[in-house]
């Protein structure tokens, strides 16, 4: 299978995207804390760092070996679309964190769910964005 520069960085930035997120909320979330504390701090900005660090490396390979072809409308097209269905991802995971904050006592369930609703959106966004790509827009 051939792929192009963009379907290669998408490739690349979903599996990073799961693998330091899903690691991360693996290890993080069978916990009983109510609150977001200090020690809940470290693995964060940790899986932030792994995750820029996969990406840039990633992509500094990816260019090397595969020259970036330019960007036409029916890319903008699909960006566009993939922006569009992680949006509505976003939004529904925005309203049940809301929710959540309601619900429970404490904001780590708050912060979490609001996290993994981002995570979610940027993985539809990505999945979409790949879908459209193969099928040709």
Do not use: K
Not at 1 to 29: H, P, Q
Not at 61 to 73: L, S
Not at 127 to 136: A, D, F, I, N
């Amino acid at each position: 299978m051939d792929l192009s520069f963009r379907e290669r960085s998408l490739w690349l930035m979903l599996l990073s995207l799961l693998a330091v997120f899903g690691y991360y909320f693996a290890t993080v979330l069978p916990s009983s804390a109510v609150n977001i504390g200090p020690e809940h701090a470290a693995p964060f900005v940790l899986a932030v760092v792994v995750l820029v660090i996969m990406q840039v490396v990633g992509h500094a390979v990816i260019a090397w070996v595969d020259r970036r072809t330019g960007e036409d409308e029916r890319d903008r097209l699909i960006e566009l679309t993939g922006t569009r269905n992680a949006a509505y991802v976003l939004a529904t995971g925005v309203f049940g964190a809301l929710c959540a904050a309601i619900l429970t006592t404490g904001n780590f369930v708050f912060a979490h769910v609001l996290l993994a609703a981002w995570v979610l959106a940027q993985v539809v966004e990505i999945v979409s964005q790949l879908l459209l790509q193969r099928r040709g827009g």
